[in-house]
């Protein structure tokens, strides 16, 4: 059983800075691809940025140059590395891994203040 335990999650002023960080179950080199969504109140989830097996990345419009999503294989861990936090970036965010099946995590609220 897969299990996706996020971190990293908080209260920060506008143009502050988090990472989010999303530790796995066992080895993460299974997974085809792993992610970031958030969902806000009243709005439908909606992919942040996503990772390949092959290190390949793609990210929201909306946080490409503010957001980075990277990998660490030797800690089972993939990361969402956010600055210049906005309002509107105030959301739940879930980590998601694709192996077979879509795994989720219990999400991690981040609220950025104005």
């Known amino acids: 059983q897969v299990q996706l335990v996020e971190s990293g999650g908080g209260l920060v002023q506008t143009g502050g800075s988090l990472r989010l960080s999303c530790a796995a179950s066992g080895s993460i080199l299974r997974f085809n691809r792993m992610g970031w969504y958030r969902q806000a109140p009243g709005k439908q989830r909606e992919l942040v940025a996503a990772v390949t097996s092959g290190g390949g990345t793609n990210y929201a419009d909306s946080v490409k140059g503010r957001f980075t999503i990277f990998r660490d294989n030797g800690k089972n861990t993939v990361y969402l590395q956010m600055n210049s936090l906005k309002p509107e970036d105030t959301a739940v965010y879930y980590c998601?891994?694709?192996?077979?099946?879509?795994?989720w995590g219990q999400g991690t609220q981040v609220t950025v203040s104005s």
């Open positions: 998601n891994a694709c192996w077979m099946f879509d795994y």
